[in-house]
C-alpha cells in the first residue's frame, strides 16, 4: 500500500508541474499580467491606449462571393488595451459576430505607420475561435481592415466606427449568421 502512494504522490506532483507550466505558457502565449508600464509609451500610443480604453467596435463584416449589401453585424466590446512588448498588444474583448459571442484577452501584433496604429495577424490562432490574416487599422472614430480564415477558406471586409462603451448596449441582439 505505501508503494501505491508514493506512486500517486509522484504522479499528482508530475500532474500538478504540467499544469503550472501549462497555465504559465498560456499566459506568457496572451501577455496576461505583463504590461509595460504606461510612462515609457510614446504619446501616439498613450492616446491610443486611452482611446481604446471601454469602448465598443460597433461595424459591420462582409464575406467574399456572399451577396449582402452594406454587411453583416460585427461587435467588439474592448474593456482595456495594453502594450505588452515591442510590437504586441493585448486587448480585453468580447467578440460578437454571426454565431461567435466570446470574451478573452487577445495579444495581437500591432505596427505604427505614422500615426495610424494596424494589427497586423498573419495566420495567427484565436483560441475558440480560428487561425486568422487581418489587417485592420484605427483612424479617428473609424476602424476598417481585412480578414481571411485560412481554415474556412473564406475572408472580406470590416469596417465601422469606434464608440464609447457607455454609450452603447452591450446586450444588443446580433442575429445575422455567417454564410457556411
Not at 497555465?23 to 504606461?38: K, S
Not at 475558440?128 to 475572408?155: K, L, M, Q
Amino acid at each position: 500500500m505505501g508503494l501505491i502512494k508514493r506512486v500517486a504522490r509522484v504522479v499528482g506532483r508530475l500532474l500538478l508541474m504540467v499544469v503550472i507550466f501549462g497555465a504559465g505558457w498560456l499566459f506568457a502565449r496572451v501577455g496576461i499580467g505583463t504590461a509595460i508600464e504606461p510612462s515609457s509609451l510614446t504619446e501616439l500610443e498613450t492616446q491610443f491606449r486611452t482611446r481604446m480604453q471601454n469602448t465598443s467596435l460597433i461595424g459591420q463584416f462582409t464575406v467574399d462571393g456572399y451577396e449582402n449589401p452594406g454587411g453583416m453585424s460585427d461587435r467588439y466590446d474592448i474593456s482595456g488595451v495594453e502594450k505588452i512588448g515591442d510590437d504586441r498588444w493585448r486587448f480585453d474583448v468580447r467578440m460578437r459576430h454571426g454565431n461567435v459571442d466570446v470574451t478573452l484577452p487577445v495579444a495581437v501584433p500591432m505596427v505604427w505607420v505614422g500615426d495610424t496604429p494596424i494589427i497586423m495577424m498573419s495566420d495567427f490562432n484565436i483560441p475558440g475561435i480560428g487561425a486568422f490574416t487581418s489587417r485592420v487599422f484605427f483612424h479617428g472614430a473609424r476602424y476598417a481592415g481585412t480578414w481571411e480564415s485560412s481554415a474556412a477558406g473564406v475572408g472580406g471586409l470590416m469596417y465601422g466606427s469606434i464608440e464609447s462603451a457607455d454609450d452603447t448596449d452591450p446586450d444588443e441582439s446580433n442575429a445575422d449568421e455567417t454564410p457556411e
